[in-house]
C-alpha cells in the first residue's frame, strides 16, 4: 500500500499548499493504515508517501477533521454569553479563528438561567463554554482550552517556546488587571478626580500596551507575529468600548503621534474577519454604557 501511494503521489501533486478531494480520499486511507504505513514506510523508495503523511498529519486541516473522520467524535459547543461582555467575547472570537461550529446563548444579569447557574456555579458569571456537556469557565482559560482542543502545530494562538508563552500570557493578564479595571473606574465613577484618575491611568497603559506590541510583535502586525493570537484576543474586545470610554470619560483616545503601534495595531486587528463578526457596535455599547451610569449615578454627566 505504500508503494502504491508513493506511484500516486507521483503522477499527482494533489493540493501543494492546500488540502485537494484526494487529499482528504488519502485521509480514509490514513485513518486504517496510519500506524503500519509510518513503520513500513522505505525512506528511499516511498520518500513521497512519507513527505505527504508527515505534511498533512501537520495541517490544521486534519488537526479539526481526524477527531470526527477517525474517532467518531461530534462536537456540541455552546457559549453562554451576554452580549456587552468582552470577555465573552473573547471566547466567540477564539472559535471563529479556529472554524469551530457553536450554539449562542445569550444570558440576562437580571435573570440568570439555570444553565449558568448550574455550569458556573461557583462564580456564576458569564462566558461559560459547554463543550460536549462539559463546562469550562473563566475567558482566558477557555481561549486555551480552544486553543488546545482545536489547535494545531501549525496555528496556535501561543508561541512555541516557554518563554514566549510565558510574556503572553503576561499581557494578557495585564489587560484583565489593568484596561478593564480602568475602563470600568471611568463608567461608574462620578465627576471628580476618581474618574479623571481612571482616565489618566487608560491613558497611561495604551502608552503601555503600544511599547509592549513594539517589543512582541517585532514589526509585524499582530502580537501574535503574522496572525491574531492569545494576546490579540485578549485586547480586541475592549476596541469597541474606546468610544464609550472617550465620551463618558472625556478621554483623548491613543493617536498615530502618541501610540502609531498600537493605533495600527486597532486597524489591523479590527478587519479581522474573526473580529469584525464577533465586535458590537460602538454606538450601541456606548448606549448601554451610557443607560448604566444614569442608574448609579442619577446622571450621564
Known amino acids: 500500500s505504500s508503494s502504491f501511494l508513493h506511484r500516486a503521489l507521483e503522477k499527482m501533486e494533489f493540493g501543494k ?17 496510519s500506524f503500519s504505513l509510518l513503520i513500513n514506510f522505505n525512506g528511499s523508495q516511498c ?11 501537520t495541517t490544521e486541516w486534519y488537526a479539526l477533521s481526524s477527531r470526527c473522520f477517525i474517532m467518531g467524535e461530534k ?30 446563548e445569550e444570558e440576562s444579569l437580571q435573570n440568570k438561567s439555570q444553565l449558568l447557574l448550574e455550569s458556573n456555579p461557583v462564580y456564576k458569571k458569564v462566558p461559560v463554554l459547554i463543550h460536549n456537556g462539559k463546562p469550562v469557565c473563566e475567558s482566558l482559560i477557555i ?15 501561543l508561541p512555541q517556546t ?10 494578557a493578564d495585564y489587560i484583565d488587571k489593568k484596561v478593564y479595571d480602568a475602563g470600568a473606574r471611568i463608567l461608574r465613577s462620578p465627576p471628580g478626580e476618581q474618574r479623571h484618575q481612571a482616565t489618566t491611568d487608560l491613558a497611561e497603559i495604551f502608552v503601555t500596551l503600544d511599547k509592549a506590541l513594539q517589543q512582541v510583535a517585532c514589526g509585524k502586525p499582530f502580537f501574535g507575529g503574522d496572525n ?53 457596535d460602538p454606538v450601541k455599547i456606548f448606549e448601554y454604557a451610557r443607560d448604566a451610569r444614569v442608574k448609579m449615578l442619577g446622571s450621564a454627566d
Open 17 to 33: 499548499s492546500s488540502i485537494v478531494t484526494h487529499d482528504v480520499t488519502l485521509q480514509s486511507i490514513h485513518a486504517f493504515y
Open 47 to 57: 520518500w513521497r508517501s512519507s513527505w505527504w503523511s508527515l505534511r498533512f498529519l
Open 75 to 104: 462536537d456540541e459547543v455552546k457559549v453562554l454569553q451576554l452580549w456587552v461582555s468582552v470577555f465573552g467575547v473573547r471566547v466567540l472570537i477564539a472559535l471563529e479563528e479556529k472554524g469551530v461550529a457553536y450554539e449562542y
Open 143 to 157: 481561549v486555551q482550552y480552544i486553543d488546545d482542543v482545536w489547535g494545531s502545530p501549525r496555528k496556535s494562538f
Open 162 to 171: 516557554p518563554y514566549e508563552r510565558a510574556i503572553a500570557r503576561f499581557w
Open 228 to 280: 491574531i493570537g492569545f494576546v490579540d484576543i485578549a485586547l480586541a474586545p475592549f476596541i469597541c468600548w474606546f468610544h464609550a470610554y472617550e465620551v463618558l470619560g472625556d478621554l483623548k483616545l491613543p493617536d498615530e503621534k502618541q501610540c502609531p503601534t498600537l493605533c495600527a495595531w486597532i486597524k489591523e486587528v479590527s478587519e479581522q474577519p474573526s473580529v469584525k463578526k464577533c465586535l458590537q
